[in-house]
C-alpha cells in the first residue's frame, strides 16, 4: 500500500473511529459533520471524499460496530473452554463492560433504530439484520446447549436467541436512562435463571 493510499485510509477509518461515540452520544440527527471534523482535525473535502454524505458515513460506522460486535462473539461463542450457556453469557457481560467504559451510552444499534426506524426504511433493515446477525450467532450456540440437555429439549433455539437480543436493547436503554449496569445485570440473571433454565 502507497504512503498517499496509508493516509487515505487512516483518514477514512479516523473519521469512522470518532463518528462511533459521536453517533452514540448524539443520535444520528443531532451528528453535525462540523464537529466530526474539529474532533479529527479533517478539512470538511476530506470528508466527502471518503462518504457520498452523512447517511453513507452512518451506514459504514454501523459497520465498524458490526465488526466489533463479531469479534466478540467469536470470542466468546468460540471458547471452547466453556459450557455454551456460558459462551452465551460471556458475550453479554463482555459488551456490558463496553457500555460501562463508553459512559452506559448503550448500544448504537438499538439507539440508532429507535430514532430512525420511523423514518428511513434503509436505516430500518439494515439494523435489523444487524439485530438478526447477532440472534443467529447466538442461537447456534444454545442449540448447542439445548443437545446437551443444558436447556429444554423442546426449546426452540432461535426464538430463545431472539428473546435475549430483544430483552438485552430494553435493558441496555434502562441502564443508558439510569447511567448504571442494573439492568443489564437483572436482565441476564432474569434470562438465564427463567427463560433458558426454567
Same mark, same amino acid.
Given at each position: 500500500?502507497?504512503?498517499?493510499m496509508?493516509?487515505?485510509?487512516?483518514t477514512?477509518?479516523?473519521?469512522?473511529?470518532?463518528?462511533?461515540?459521536?453517533?452514540?452520544?448524539?443520535?444520528?440527527?443531532?451528528?453535525?459533520?462540523?464537529?466530526?471534523?474539529?474532533a479529527?482535525?479533517?478539512?470538511?473535502?476530506?470528508?466527502?471524499?471518503?462518504?457520498?454524505?452523512?447517511?453513507?458515513?452512518?451506514?459504514?460506522?454501523?459497520?465498524? #460496530? !458490526?465488526?466489533?460486535?463479531?469479534? =466478540? $462473539?467469536?470470542?466468546? *461463542?468460540?471458547?471452547?473452554s466453556? %459450557?455454551?450457556?456460558?459462551r452465551?453469557?460471556?458475550?453479554?457481560?463482555?459488551?456490558?463492560?463496553?457500555?460501562r467504559?463508553e459512559? #452506559? !451510552?448503550?448500544?448504537?444499534?438499538? =439507539? $440508532?433504530?429507535?430514532e *430512525?426506524?420511523?423514518?428511513?426504511? %434503509?436505516?430500518?433493515?439494515?439494523?435489523?439484520?444487524?439485530?438478526?446477525?447477532?440472534?443467529?450467532?447466538?442461537?447456534?450456540?444454545?442449540?448447542?446447549?439445548?443437545?446437551?440437555?443444558?436447556?429444554?429439549?423442546?426449546?426452540?433455539?432461535?426464538?430463545?436467541?431472539?428473546?435475549?437480543?430483544?430483552?438485552?436493547?430494553?435493558?441496555?436503554?434502562?441502564?443508558?436512562?439510569?447511567?448504571?449496569?442494573?439492568?443489564?445485570?437483572?436482565?441476564?440473571?432474569?434470562?438465564?435463571?427463567?427463560?433458558?433454565?426454567?
Amino acid at each position: 500500500m502507497s504512503a498517499t493510499m496509508e493516509t487515505m485510509h487512516s483518514t477514512k477509518q479516523r473519521l469512522l473511529d470518532a463518528g462511533l461515540p459521536m453517533l452514540l452520544e448524539h443520535g444520528y440527527n443531532d451528528l453535525g459533520i462540523q464537529p466530526l471534523l474539529a474532533a479529527t482535525g479533517i478539512p470538511k473535502g476530506s470528508f466527502y471524499h471518503h462518504f457520498k454524505d452523512k447517511e453513507d458515513f452512518a451506514l459504514l460506522v454501523v459497520d465498524q #460496530y !458490526m465488526r466489533k460486535m463479531h469479534a =466478540g $462473539l467469536d470470542a466468546c *461463542l468460540g471458547d471452547s473452554s466453556r %459450557l455454551p450457556l456460558e459462551r452465551v453469557r460471556c458475550f453479554f457481560e463482555t459488551t456490558q463492560q463496553h457500555y460501562r467504559r463508553e459512559g #452506559y !451510552m448503550g448500544c448504537l444499534l438499538g =439507539g $440508532l433504530g429507535q430514532e *430512525l426506524s420511523g423514518v428511513s426504511e %434503509l436505516f430500518r433493515r439494515k439494523i435489523e439484520e444487524c439485530f438478526s446477525e447477532i440472534a443467529e450467532r447466538i442461537a447456534v450456540c444454545l442449540e448447542e446447549a439445548r443437545q446437551r440437555g443444558d436447556i429444554a429439549t423442546d426449546s426452540n433455539a432461535q426464538q430463545l436467541a431472539s428473546l435475549l437480543v430483544d430483552c438485552w436493547e430494553g435493558a441496555a436503554l434502562r441502564s443508558r436512562l439510569r447511567r448504571d449496569a442494573a439492568p443489564l445485570n437483572a436482565m441476564l440473571d432474569f434470562y438465564f435463571r427463567s427463560a433458558v433454565v426454567g
